[in-house]
């Protein structure tokens, strides 16, 4: 039987969380996706979104009868601040019942799981990372890595796409990788998340290319859920004296051009800019559709089912 497959957002925002009435509609938590497939949870990004979610699996798993592991998959696009500052407040870090693995990239020849545990060293954060009582499992990914879920087991399997022993199947679901290198100063991962016929790719923190960013409209190819950066307006992006081009981060036009080029269903403008407040954001919206009619800026709670 075919799993429901769904994305909830809890955290929408780049730079830093930006809390007031002006943010109410949309959110001021920063960089946090939830991808369920039936059982299997995969979250990308541990910006401050992360803090609500923890908090929310954590209280349904004890609802539940706390029985058996919780176990959570956690990728990690790169290790700016605001995709990782919410993962020390991270409810099932702290509880036995919790099996955590992350994912992510090398950050100038640091290892994932060294730079976790740098970022929650004392004195940044008085627990350290290694104290927490969940198991921990940490992989440094590259570009020509896959994971790969057998349903109803929430355990990844990490393999080299060029083997080719492994086996898919309608229970399978296959994480693929994209590493995009417009965000400086190391790049990003781009993920790519596949399952009954169907794929959803999250792509943070890149910026838009003359013609189109080839890599990116190849590997969105015909996704049913293209989630974009689109941090600033077409004013920032160019404005002097200080112009946001080259920062990383692209405007609403560079992501509709990848996902008319690439034929995906739905876009799904996110990391918007601290600045932006829910009216601006709201004409965003507006203006955009009339560009891709099936465009939607992200907000907290905003959910896809994806058939």
Wanted: hydrophobic letters at 35%.
């Amino acid at each position: 039987m075919k799993e429901d497959f769904s994305v909830t957002f809890w955290g929408v925002r780049g730079s830093h969380p930006v809390p007031g009435k002006n943010t109410l509609h949309y959110g001021g938590s920063t960089t946090c996706v939830d991808i369920t497939i039936g059982k299997l949870t995969i979250i990308i990004d541990a910006g401050t979104g992360i803090i609500n979610l923890g908090n929310t699996l954590a209280a349904n798993y004890f609802k539940q009868g706390g029985k058996g592991d919780l176990s959570l998959t956690i990728f990690f696009t790169h290790l700016h601040h605001d995709h990782t500052q919410g993962l020390p407040f991270f409810t099932p870090l702290y509880l036995g019942q919790s099996k955590l693995y992350f994912f992510g990239p090398l950050d100038f020849a640091k290892e994932l799981g060294t730079v976790l545990e740098q970022s929650m060293t004392p004195p940044n954060f008085p627990v350290d990372l290694r104290s927490a009582s969940s198991i921990k499992h940490y992989e440094t990914l590259n570009e020509n890595h896959l994971i790969l879920y057998q349903l109803p087991d929430p355990e990844p399997k990490l393999i080299n796409r060029s083997h080719n022993t492994f086996k898919i199947t309608d229970s399978t679901v296959v994480v693929k990788i994209m590493k995009d290198f417009s965000h400086p100063a190391n790049g990003v991962f781009v993920y790519r998340i596949e399952y009954g016929g169907k794929a959803v790719v999250f792509a943070t923190d890149v910026e838009g290319y003359l013609f189109g960013n080839s890599k990116l409209i190849n590997f969105a190819e015909k996704a049913e859920l293209l989630i974009h950066d689109a941090q600033y307006t077409e004013d920032q992006y160019s404005a002097l004296p200080t112009p946001r081009q080259g920062f990383g981060h692209s405007i609403p036009d560079m992501a509709i051009e990848v996902a008319k080029k690439a034929g995906v269903k739905t876009l799904v403008l996110t990391h918007h800019d601290p600045t932006a407040t829910d009216t601006q954001l709201n004409r965003n919206q507006t203006k955009y559709k009339r560009r891709f009619s099936n465009l939607f800026c992200a907000r907290e709670g905003l959910s896809f089912h994806i058939s």
